[in-house]
């Protein structure tokens, strides 16, 4: 197929990045692409999914990711993937002779590794401009279920489940695949029993990710659950006032500069530096107003307020917040230059254990193993979804389906807006109960 119907394929098909912000993959395909980098980095502690998707389905994604090489005329195909992930390069290893052009790039197990201006460099050696997307310098990212789910819509089958990591206070960590829309409390059922009395669930992981409010449901960005009690210190550092964070940054930051030493994007040349803008921000200083302005290049990480900062401060909750003002202000990312990669930038990278141990997090570091697709129980536990239309960025879907209609999994239940946006199908047989602007309902009886 050429790259125009690819595109289609991949918009109706509902394609999504698996993880993030969901960017639509429709929109990343371009024939200034010169290599193709798959991303198998678990970009945060805890998360096993990638490289346990990548060891079953090495042939088909491989396959999956050659097609996709040559519609775009790209020329070079990186698998980026951490070395101690050795069952996984051993499938790779088994397939990888029947596709030239394509390698493995072996990573360190750093935090944030999987970041995606981070792994560029690691595994390319090129530096994305501050502000910049990756097609600028010929590099299209994708993940290894993004891939796993282009390979599944060139079998016409569209996104209509996710792969989802169920760890923590649980009696059996767990790696299922259920139907987009489900109730989080309903996936973590496949765990076992919750082993703590007040638990919480973190959505994502545990440095980006965040509490789920109440009603909470799977999306296609939706990587893991973890459950922990609510007493746990990660918990009560994300219960936070920004208030009072201000008040803490003004009475306690030294300057010591260890959040900005330790910035992964500062260490590519980025202007972030998170200890002048914790100085500016907590004594309301604005006569630079860039020090506010580069905040737009934080990728919100989280090393600066939960490793790096001696005095548990919390500059990426602050930066998440001024970011949020600007961007409803309707201010862009200001132009900016890189610096150029800072000098002994490989001694500060932060190893992935240390910091697991720092979170308290070690004792959770365990296996999750993957379901075979053939057991199809958490479809069948799971009576009820709840299908947001906005799980990507860009312009939410325009349902198609009315109330009462009976739809099977797969049927499209909602079109691509105008402009940036994909379908989205139904992950359960049932009838349609509720239609709005926000959310389509489903249940099967």
């Known amino acids: 197929m050429d790259i125009q119907e690819l595109k289609e394929l991949l918009r109706r098909g509902g394609i999504v990045g698996a993880g993030g912000a969901g960017f639509p993959t429709y929109a990343k395909l371009d024939q200034r692409a010169q290599v193709i980098l798959m991303n198998c980095a678990e970009c945060e502690p805890l998360l096993k999914l990638h490289r346990q ?18 519609t775009v005329g790209a020329g070079e195909i990186v698998i980026g993937i951490k070395k101690e992930y050795k069952a996984t390069c051993k499938a790779v290893d088994k397939h990888i002779e029947a596709f030239p052009g394509m390698r493995i790039q072996l990573l360190e197990s750093a935090y944030p590794m999987g970041d995606e201006i981070v792994l560029i460099y690691e595994a390319l050696g090129k530096v994305i ?11 299209v990212v994708l993940n290894v279920e993004t891939v796993y789910n282009i390979y599944r819509a060139m079998k016409q089958q569209p996104v209509t ?7 923590g206070e649980v009696e059996h960590p767990v790696t299922v695949r259920v139907p987009l829309g489900a109730l989080l409390e309903d996936v973590v059922c496949h765990a076992g029993e ?31 659950v973890i459950v922990l009690d609510r007493s746990h ?11 009072i964070d201000l008040k803490r940054a003004a009475s306690a930051c030294c300057q010591c500069e260890t959040c900005t030493s330790l910035c992964p994007r500062h260490a590519l040349g980025h202007p972030i530096e998170p200890h002048r803008f914790m100085r500016s921000a907590a004594n309301a200083d604005f006569q630079d107003m860039g020090v506010f302005l580069n ?19 919390s500059p990426r909750s602050l930066i998440a917040d001024y970011k949020a003002g600007l961007r409803r202000a309707g201010v862009k990312p200001p132009g900016a230059a890189g610096s150029g990669v800072q000098a002994g930038r490989e001694y500060r990278r932060v190893p992935e254990k240390r910091l697991a141990a720092r979170l308290g ?13 053939s057991c199809w ?50 992950s359960i047989d049932g009838i349609v109960r509720e239609v709005n602007d926000s959310y389509i309902t489903i249940s099967r009886r």
């Open 295 to 313: 905040t737009m290049f934080c990728s919100s990480c989280g090393l600066c307020e939960s490793f790096s900062c001696p005095q548990g401060l």
């Open 377 to 426: 129980q958490e479809r069948q536990l799971i009576h009820k979804v709840r299908i947001p239309l906005s799980q990507h960025i860009g312009a939410p879907s325009v349902p198609c389906v009315e109330k009462g209609q009976q739809v099977k999994a797969g049927d499209c239940i909602a079109m691509p807006s105008e402009g940036l946006s994909v379908a989205i199908h139904a």
């Open 233 to 243: 210190s990660l918990v009560r550092r994300k219960d936070r006032n920004a208030a």
């Open 161 to 167: 489940d996710k792969l989802v990591s169920v760890v």
């Open 361 to 373: 997090l070690s004792k959770y570091d365990v296996e999750a193993p993957l379901q075979p697709d």
């Open 194 to 224: 919750i082993t703590v009395k007040d638990p919480v669930f973190l959505v994502g992981g545990p440095m980006m990710g965040n509490p789920a409010r109440e009603g909470a449901v799977v999306t296609k960005t939706t990587n893991a």
């Open 129 to 139: 401009r501050p502000g910049g997307l990756p097609i600028e310098e010929g590099v």
């Open 53 to 70: 998707l990548l060891e079953r389905y090495a042939e088909e994604i491989l396959e999956t990711l050659d097609e996709i090489a040559r």
